[in-house]
């Protein structure tokens, strides 16, 4: 699976309200060692990233003048990282959130 494939999807939770859209993922390092396994997923939920699917640089990396964290957080508030298998996308997308059966890609 690849992150192209997941992000701008639609995001759900398991009772099926709408979260946001997928912007982003998390993975980290599995076994073995030099495999990743998706493991969270960033969903944003402001009209801007319905339209673009992106994150804007300060919701990024929060840092710098005071200003620009202040901004950062007020248009970061709707932004969230949650457990991959937490959410579930629309369209589906196979083998997500842990990959296909059998652990092979």
Known sequence: MRAGELLGRTA?????????RVVDVVVRG???PDRLRLTDVIVAGHWWTRVTSRLIGPELHPSGPWL???IARVLG???HQLPA???RLSPPVPGFPFGPPGGTD
């Open 77 to 79: 508030r709707s932004t």
């Open 68 to 70: 620009l964290r202040v």
């Open 30 to 32: 599995g076994f073995p």
């Open 12 to 20: 759900h939770d398991l009772h099926g309200r709408r979260l946001g």
């Open 85 to 87: 298998d937490q959410v």
